[in-house]
Nanobody, 117 residues
Framework: QLQASGGGLVQAGGSLRLSCVAS????????MGWYRQAPGKQRELVAE???????NYADSVKGRFTISRDNAKNTVTLQMNSLKPEDTGAYYC?????????????WGQGTYVTVLQ
């Protein structure tokens, strides 16, 4: 239902772009975003954008990552610049929908980002 693409291997200081598209089977999407999970660590929010355009970034990526969204196409993109080795991990696309005051979480399959020293 969420198909992510992008990721890969990059040198520190480089850039990568992640994209995610939500299928039509997910309705009433409110927020879309990206989480990541580094080896041995818990999954954490990287960036999230609401249907109205309100954005939330993790402090560690502010000024380096940019999230954008196309509501008509149900896509979310994460442009990652000035990458650091600590950005390495599995990145998961997330969509949150709300139906009759109930929130639902949807997850993509994850795409791995490796940043080399």
């Amino acid at each position: 239902q969420l198909q992510a693409s992008g990721g890969g291997l990059v040198q520190a200081g480089g850039s990568l772009r992640l994209s995610c598209v939500a299928s039509g089977s997910i309705s009433s999407i409110n927020r879309m975003g990206w989480y990541r999970q580094a080896p041995g660590k818990q999954r954490e929010l990287v960036a999230e954008i609401s249907i109205g355009g309100s954005i939330n970034y993790a402090d560690s990526v502010k000024g380096r990552f940019t999230i954008s969204r196309d509501n008509a196409k149900n896509t979310v993109t994460l442009q990652m610049n000035s990458l650091k080795p600590e950005d390495t991990g599995a990145y998961y696309c997330n969509a949150k929908s709300v139906v009759i005051a109930t929130w639902y979480d949807y997850w993509g399959q994850g795409t791995y980002v490796t940043v080399l020293q």
